[in-house]
């Protein structure tokens, strides 16, 4: 009989219930996962697509905060997989599934009600994935280093400035790679035995062996005093009375030959923003265009970018930009920008370093500079935003950054008062 490979025999289970707050209004009618990314996919979809590619086909996703958007686009651009091949992606809606009056308390807790569900995939081994960062990465490796080593649990480590982990969880790991301390969000955080001006943050990331998974989590419902998280609560643990192995995403990145280790939290509006920016760079840290390890997202069928009139002050162009299909760019300078599906733009606008979502519509003569517009958004004609943000800030978010980030609501409000 032949051997299955490693990732035949697990599963990812993608936790993707946070509302994500710190994006402000981009999440008041979405979960960070179902947030747009790269023009014309979901933040989401870089997990979901490095399982994929990885091999894994048994899938299971728990949602919690606003989840029709999220549970949306998995039914449409993830509705691939076949039962009959043994292929899964399941969606997991807090819904106190465990007979008790609770939503998912903790992202062990998640977990933990639906057990039964990861018993029904009979798998040997199951990834916890957070949904909500960008980053391309094969988890075989890291699996296989969990199998070698014998590990009751592997953490997927970045690493990063000493100083920079302030931030995170962050692992102490002897020579082996065997961690020997977990340190919630330290002052001064440790060294790596190779660097002491590096450290290793936790990437959210684990490998568990479902049957040690499986009793860690009955044991950890027990418990009152519990969070029923895995960073708080069962990674701590093992770490003490276990053995947790450290996986550096350096040995697991997809990336080109020599370029760096690209994962971004873009939990913020600045880094939300940044990010986008950065894509539009000649040559992106952030491959979009590798066919060897795609990200697959929900493709709408939609014409061609388009681009019209070519006058003075008039004419359609796009320089150092990504404008995706179903834009229509009348007359409009796009620079240094970012345009998602279907942005409709008019004459004589400007857009400068600007990240542009989903059904946006640009009227004549709108100058928008170093913004992030939601989706289905009307920019009213005229509207000068990005020179004056002691004038933005009266109607619009605008960050410490200098980034302003314009919503429908915001625009209504301005009206009325206006």
């Known amino acids: ?11 990812a289970f993608v936790l993707a219930g946070g509302r994500g707050s710190r994006l402000k209004e981009l999440t008041d009618r979405r979960v960070k996962p179902a947030v747009p990314f790269g023009g014309k996919a979901r933040i989401i979809d870089f997990a979901l697509s490095n399982a994929v590619n990885s ?28 039962a009959e091949r043994n292929e899964f992606l399941d969606v997991l809606p807090a819904s106190q599934r465990g007979g008790n009056e609770s939503w998912y308390k903790g992202t062990a807790d998640a977990v933990t ?31 296989r280093q969990h199998v070698d080593t014998g590990a009751d649990v592997t953490v997927g480590c970045l690493t990063v400035p000493r100083m920079e982990a302030t931030a995170f969880g962050v692992m102490d790991t002897d020579n082996d790679g065997r961690i020997t301390s977990f340190l919630e969000k330290p002052a001064d955080p440790p060294g790596t035995p190779e660097d002491p001006e590096k450290a290793l943050a936790s990437m959210g990331i684990y490998v568990f062996n479902w049957t040690f998974l499986r ?85 709408e069928a939609v014409p061609p970018a388009k681009f019209i009139h070519d006058e003075r002050d008039r004419r359609g162009m796009a320089i150092s930009s990504m404008v995706a299909g179903g834009c229509i760019i009348s007359g409009t300078e796009v620079r240094n920008s970012v345009l998602f599906t279907n942005v409709h733009t008019n004459s004589y606008a400007v857009l400068d370093h600007a990240v542009i979502l989903p059904n946006v519509v640009v009227h004549r003569s709108a100058r928008l500079r170093q913004v992030v517009v939601d989706s289905g958004v009307v920019i009213p004609e005229g509207l000068v935003v990005g020179e004056d943000s002691t004038e933005d800030a009266k109607w619009f978010r605008v960050t410490d950054r200098g980034i302003t980030l314009i919503t429908q609501t915001m625009l209504d409000k301005r009206a009325a008062a206006l």
């Not at 949904?131 to 075989?140: A, L, N, R, S, V």
Request: aromatic residues 12%.
């Open 1 to 11: 009989m032949p051997t299955k490979r490693i990732t035949q025999r697990s599963m």
């Open 215 to 299: 009793d860690l989590l009955l044991k950890d419902a027990q418990d009152p005093d519990s969070t029923n998280d895995f960073g708080n609560d069962l990674i701590p643990s093992i770490v003490q009375n276990g053995k947790a192995m450290a996986h550096r995403f350096d040995e697991s990145c997809v990336r080109a030959e020599d370029a760096p280790a690209y994962w971004k939290d873009v939990g913020t509006v600045d880094a939300f923003w940044e990010a986008h920016i950065d894509l539009t760079n000649f040559t992106p840290e952030l491959d979009l265009w590798d066919t060897d390890w795609p990200i697959w997202t929900y493709n």
């Open 55 to 82: 091999g894994i086909r048994k899938i299971a996703v728990a949602t919690q905060y606003k989840a029709h958007s999220l549970i949306r686009h998995t039914q449409r651009g993830w509705n691939f997989f076949r």
């Open 113 to 143: 009600q639906n057990i039964d569900i990861v018993d029904s995939y009979n798998v040997d081994y199951v990834i916890i994935l957070a949904g909500d960062h960008i980053y391309k990465m094969d988890y075989e490796i890291m699996l």
